[in-house]
């Protein structure tokens, strides 16, 4: 095949399924073959393995509980805090809307805090303005829930700081940074306790919705697990009001194929975003920031690109797809624009980011064909 005749798209999930195929389809017979398909072996192994791999170096000991979905597992940490109506939690609007949903999902209010426009993730300095002086009329703020955005750790100590000081729990939202790290602290053990979306996309996707959490905190783990049955610490009795938010056996199964082989997915996107650095070092457009001590795990590699949608249809006359993670910021969509509390700044740096992030191909089953597709597109822009 001619370099011409290549397309690259944003994302390839089918190619990750070829690249593992025969281990995934062994482990998805297995399961069919148990006849046991939800809260079985399958899912108790998957959390015993990912709260060990979290657990790895110098983290705490991490105790995981799968669930649904991500935004489930942020509504599930919530629940087991004991946060919800009443309560404000404070985020980002620059985030996909599932970790804005999942705070109304417990009846908590949210309330949107500015970005750092290098990083994309929260602004400690606006955080610590709104823990000192709270807007008026939000209940109090018991809860902050920074998002590793794109693979990026968040300022965690600058966050951390006036959280503890004030009494207010730090959940971490990891669904696009499964094995990043900050200051060699595994994102997701940092805080209280974490959330990570296991969807087909991520870092570590299943082949469907899946969810888990992870705390240092036993107590905490065993109630999330309580909740998402029911509430029930015994079987068919809800000691406590409960959701149904369970992890099937099939998508842990197919977890535990692809959790060994997350760190060497995450070199390759590591990789790739070194051979783009590369590619854009004489041209406009400024390769990701990445801030001291942060291991940037590359869910998207991002770009700021003022004339977007013509660099956009350009790359895509060159064979290479690109996407927007994410075009419209959470406060400005309809069904919470006027609505939702944002801090003092109005979400304006989240404003203009959206009207500039571009996200280019990357994913480890990327060629070398591709990547230099890519890259030579990219000096041809």
Known sequence: MNAQDIIVPQADLGAAYRAQKDAIDAAVSRVLNSGWYIL?????????EYGAWLS?????????????NGTDAIALVLRGLGI???????TVSHTAVATVAAIEMTGATPLLIDIDPRTFCMDPAELLEVIRNPPAGLPPIRAVIPVHIYGHACDMDAILGPCRAAGIAVVEDVAQAHGGRLNGRMLGTIGDASAFSLYPTKNLGALGDAGITATPDEALAKRMAAIRQYGWHRRYISDEVGVNSRLDEMQAAILRVR???LDRGNARRQAIAAAYDAALADGPFTAPYRAPGVEHV???YVLRVPNREAVMDRLRALGVMTAIHYPVPV????AYAGRIATG????????RAAAEVMSLPVFPEMTDA????VCAALRTV
């Open 40 to 48: 079985g072996q399958e899912g108790a192994a998957f959390e015993r």
């Open 56 to 68: 790895g170096g110098d983290a705490p000991a991490m105790h995981a509980v799968g669930c649904a």
């Open 84 to 90: 919800g109506p009443g309560c404000t939690v404070a």
């Open 259 to 261: 959790l060994p082989l």
């Open 298 to 300: 590359f869910h998207q």
């Open 331 to 334: 406060h400005e969509q309809g």
């Open 344 to 351: 003092p700044a109005g979400c304006a740096e989240t404003s």
């Open 370 to 373: 591709q990547l230099e597709k």
